[in-house]
């Protein structure tokens, strides 16, 4: 499977993004998905997973009311919609397949596929 994040950018706080992720070369609707990031000098973080219908979705309290994660299996696409952003937010983001698809984790290592991530930076 392979993932191509994209959507990131540069925002000011109190701003909007909304990453997106597509998914090829595997059966999508088959994976957990979830979002992670890393910021400069820091561990990777989880940030918010999906199910493999979309019925279950958990975030990292940080983001919890601010971000809304997503997904389209007919297109084989995630996302990720993140409103009131703040500095803090400001990391490489990217989205991870879990074939697990009955089991949602915030454990990194038990994600299968990983894309290369995109850049978001808000501005204070």
């Known amino acids: 499977v392979q993932l191509v994040e994209s959507g990131g950018g540069l925002v000011q706080a109190g701003g909007s993004l909304r990453l997106s992720c597509v998914a090829s070369?595997?059966?999508?609707?088959?994976?957990?998905m979830g979002w992670f990031r890393r910021a400069p000098g820091k561990e990777r973080e989880y940030v918010a997973v999906?199910?493999?219908?979309?019925?279950?979705?958990y975030y990292t309290d940080s983001v919890k009311g601010r971000f809304t994660i997503s997904r389209d299996n007919a297109k084989n696409m995630v996302y990720l919609q993140m409103n009131n952003l703040k500095s803090e937010d400001t990391a490489v983001y990217y989205c991870?397949?879990?074939?697990?698809?009955?089991?949602?984790?915030?454990?990194?290592?038990?994600?299968?596929?990983w894309g290369q991530g995109t850049q978001v930076t808000v501005s204070s």
């Open positions: 991870a397949a879990d074939g697990r698809s009955t089991v949602l984790t915030a454990q990194a290592s038990l994600y299968d596929y």
């Open positions: 070369g595997g059966t999508f609707s088959s994976y957990s």
């Open positions: 999906i199910s493999w219908n979309g019925a279950g979705t």
